[in-house]
T-cell receptor, first 112, second 111 residues
Framework: EAQVTQNPRYLITVTGKKLTVTCSQNMNHEYMSWYRQDPGLGLRQIYYSMNVEVTDKGDVPEGYKVSRKEKRNFPLILESPSPNQTSLYFC???????????FGNGTRLTVT | DAKTTQPPSMDCAEGRAANLPCNHSTISGNEYVYWYRQIHSQGPQYIIHGLKNNETNEMASLIITEDRKSSTLILPHATLRDTAVYYCIASRETSGSRLTFGEGTQLTVNP
């Protein structure tokens, strides 16, 4: 089944403790992206990647890192999480030729 | 990308057609109109997209006005499972990448 898989689904952590949220897709998509969703602010793009070893900042990249060493994986790294990064995170992927975005089921992160 | 304007909420009776409007008066000629929906904190789901012509698939129909300044998403026979936030997006990105999601329309389908 074609899908975008995020892990974990829920994560509670403390300020400053490094964490990684994984994202994997099995559709051989070139494009992958991370979004965060907060009440009243909608979905905002954090980082995106057009292909392996190619990443770029989205609208809200501060406090986040990403890497794209393999086509299928696009992990989101929070080196020193802070409470303002408490949010619902989504990973998405697509091809680069007129195709829709496929989203994962989300990761709900709480930083205390 | 062009700004889109949608009503914050709409109601629809189960079994009736749901018509969700979207204004994109500043849309340029190479910008597509995309529709996604999000059911209660799940990942957004692609519904349909179009450039100039009306489009139909198994989920919905997309009607784009001739001047392309507005569009309507039609769910022909709404069910309770169609209750969701619906996002209308105008973008020149043919890959669907770099889409900017606004607040969308909360559609509630009532029994």
């Amino acid at each position: 089944e074609a899908q975008v898989t995020q892990n974990p689904r829920y994560l509670i952590t403390v300020t400053g403790k490094k964490l990684t949220v994984t994202c994997s897709q099995n559709m051989n998509h070139e494009y992958m992206s991370w979004y965060r969703q907060d009440p009243g602010l909608g979905l905002r793009q954090i980082y995106y990647s057009m292909n392996v070893e190619v990443t770029d900042k989205g609208d809200v990249p501060e406090g986040y890192k990403v890497s794209r060493k393999e086509k299928r994986n696009f992990p989101l790294i929070l080196e020193s999480p802070s409470p303002n990064q408490t949010s619902l995170y989504f990973c998405a992927s697509s091809t680069v030729s007129n195709s829709p975005l496929h989203f994962g089921n989300g990761t709900r992160l709480t930083v205390t | 990308d062009a700004k889109t304007t949608q009503p914050p909420s709409m109601d629809c009776a189960e079994g009736r057609a749901a018509n969700l409007p979207c204004n994109h008066s500043t849309i340029s000629g190479n910008e597509y109109v995309y529709w996604y929906r999000q059911i209660h904190s799940q990942g957004p789901q692609y519904i349909i997209h179009g450039l100039k012509n009306n489009e139909t698939n198994e989920m919905a129909s997309l009607i784009i006005t001739e001047d392309r300044k507005s569009s309507t998403l039609i769910l022909p026979h709404a069910t309770l499972r169609d209750t969701a936030v619906y996002y209308c997006i105008a973008s020149r990105e043919t890959s669907g990448s770099r889409l900017t999601f606004g607040e969308g329309t909360q559609l509630t389908v009532n029994p």
